[in-house]
Nanobody, 119 residues
Framework: QVQLVESGGGLAQAGGSLRLSCAAS????????VGWFRQVPGKERELVAN????????YYGESVKGRFTISRDNAKNMVYLQMDRLKPEDTAVYLC????????????WGLGTQVTVSS
């Protein structure tokens, strides 16, 4: 059983930066693809970025491409999301998830960290 804990959220101004961290424990983290999602009340959960096991292959949603960077350190069981040039529409709860199945679902989820971007 893998436990995921997000951190690094908070309040930022538009144009600013935040770095989110996802710490994993309880499993062989390096075996899993990991994704960052965001959730806004009343809207569908959105995939922001994901990263494959070795970190070579990454994916970004169109709304964050060129502004956000996902990375991982398997030795430390960590995944990061560097968020630059933040916009108010980036305001959401950000969650990390691990162990993606063939249909794109994830088995393990963290509880999330709130990111609020002021204009």
């Amino acid at each position: 059983q893998v436990q995921l804990v997000e951190s690094g959220g908070g309040l930022a101004q538009a144009g600013g930066s935040l770095r989110l961290s996802c710490a994993a424990s309880g499993g062989t983290f390096s075996r899993y693809a990991v994704g960052w999602f965001r959730q806004v009340p009343g809207k569908e959960r959105e995939l922001v970025a994901n990263i494959m096991r070795t970190g070579v292959i990454t994916y970004y949603g169109e709304s964050v491409k060129g502004r956000f960077t996902i990375s991982r350190d398997n030795a430390k069981n960590m995944v990061y999301l560097q968020m630059d040039r933040l916009k108010p529409e980036d305001t959401a709860v950000y969650l990390c998830a691990a162990d993606r199945d063939s249909l794109g679902g994830y088995r393990y989820w963290g509880l999330g960290t709130q990111v609020t971007v002021s204009s």
